[in-house]
């Protein structure tokens, strides 16, 4: 199996977040991304891949020309303006409910470094260093090389070979899935599979997005809600972050009209309730669409003992995830999202890639 990867994704490496009140180190860290890799190295089936150069276009297919801007930017206006040297965080957001009891509309022009801070960024887990726009351009880069060469793969293959294609890995960080087209959040600032899917979406394909990161998928949901390709489906534990999005009753609008499909689960979903519906949507919403390719939002932070997430899965489950995936018999592109435990993040990962491929 082919994994993409490269060291520039470790360079971002913000110091503190803030968790329930508590300020803690980054754990969304360079680490997470190592130790993984040495994992799958010592497995010896996986082959390393560094990732070319697309450019701007594919990332600008998904978000906006002044949201991208203001990611290569964004730090040295910031240290200009007097802003600690450790990077970007937001002091005040422009919250939807700003001007809710008065008839004031809002006049005032953002070009602070610091109003910027909270106009794209919606918490306080995105904290952009000097090392931040080059770590999350070579995220996306590594994900669309991913994505193009499983593109070339189907494009030369006969359908016997693609049955038994292994899948592409984008082992990338910074993660995306909660980004949407000028927003930051939870650790995400490129939405790298919604930018795979755009490229893949070029030729005309029908796209499955499966997202089995333990948090809700906001920004993915959000950048496709009123299209019917892709399909988007997540599962994730809840009530917990992003707080606000993630209902059964978000099922997408106009033409993406029961093309977005949410799966909350409580706390306590072990591996059998975890696989059921999983088979469940598999089998009655995702093998019917009849799609293309497949692309997996990859996080392991469902693991039972994950420091933010709070599902029971165990590492053998994660195996059982793997081969049910596989039972979608499509093209997949795994894409690294969350997943925070670090003793066990390796084999985790390294499980769902191998149940994929027994
Ligand atoms: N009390 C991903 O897994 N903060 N993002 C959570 C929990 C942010 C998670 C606070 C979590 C973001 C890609
Ligand atoms: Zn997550």
């Known amino acids: 199996m082919k994994v993409f990867y490269s060291e520039v994704c470790l360079k971002h490496a913000p110091k503190h977040e803030i968790i329930s009140g508590n300020l803690i180190d980054y754990l969304e860290s360079p680490s997470r991304l190592i130790i993984i890799k040495e994992y799958l190295n010592s497995l010896s089936n996986f082959d390393f891949v560094s990732p070319n150069d697309y450019g701007l276009d594919p990332i600008l297919s998904v978000h906006s020309k002044d949201y991208v801007e203001y990611l290569q930017t964004a730090y040295e206006e910031w240290l200009k303006n007097g802003g600690n040297k450790n990077g970007i965080l937001p002091e005040a957001f422009l919250h939807h409910n700003i001007s809710s009891s008065s008839s004031i509309k809002r006049k005032v022009k953002v070009t602070s470094p610091f109003a910027k801070a909270g106009l794209y960024c919606s918490d306080l887990s995105c904290c952009i260093t000097k090392d931040t726009w080059e770590s999350v351009y070579e995220s996306a880069q590594v994900v669309i090389s991913a994505t193009m060469e499983l593109k070339r793969f189907v494009e030369e293959s006969s359908s016997e070979e693609i049955n038994h294609f292994p899948g592409i890995f984008a082992l990338c960080r910074p993660p995306g899935h909660h980004a949407n087209s000028i927003l930051s959040s939870g650790y995400c600032f490129l939405n790298n599979v919604a930018i795979s899917t755009n490229v893949l979406k070029k030729d005309n394909n029908k796209v499955v997005i499966l997202d089995i990161d333990y948090h809700h998928g906001n920004g993915t949901q959000e950048?496709?809600?009123?299209?019917?390709?892709?399909?988007?489906?997540?599962?994730?534990?809840?009530?917990?972050?992003?707080?606000?999005?993630?209902?059964?009753?978000?099922?997408?609008?106009?033409?993406?009209?029961?093309?977005?499909?949410?799966?909350?689960?409580?706390?306590?979903?072990?591996?059998?309730?975890?696989?059921?519906?999983?088979?469940?949507?598999?089998?009655?919403?995702?093998?019917?669409?009849?799609?293309?390719?497949?692309?997996?939002?990859?996080?392991?932070?469902?693991?039972?003992?994950?420091?933010?997430?709070?599902?029971?899965?165990?590492?053998?489950?994660?195996?059982?995830?793997?081969?049910?995936?596989?039972?979608?018999?499509?093209?997949?592109?795994?894409?690294?999202?969350?997943?925070?435990?670090?003793?066990?993040?390796?084999?985790?990962?390294?499980?769902?890639?191998?149940?994929?491929?027994?």
């Open 223 to 358: 950048i496709f809600y009123l299209n019917s390709n892709p399909l988007y489906v997540s599962l994730h534990g809840s009530p917990d972050y992003p707080w606000f999005t993630g209902d059964e009753s978000e099922r997408g609008e106009g033409e993406g009209e029961g093309f977005n499909i949410n799966i909350p689960l409580s706390r306590d979903t072990d591996d059998d309730e975890y696989l059921k519906a999983l088979k469940k949507v598999i089998n009655e919403n995702i093998i019917p669409y009849n799609a293309d390719y497949l692309i997996v939002s990859l996080g392991v932070d469902t693991y039972k003992e994950d420091i933010i997430g709070a599902l029971q899965i165990t590492t053998e489950g994660y195996k059982r995830i793997g081969e049910m995936i596989k039972s979608i018999n499509l093209p997949t592109l795994f894409v690294m999202e969350g997943g925070y435990h670090l003793e066990t993040i390796g084999i985790n990962v390294g499980n769902v890639l191998l149940g994929f491929n027994t």
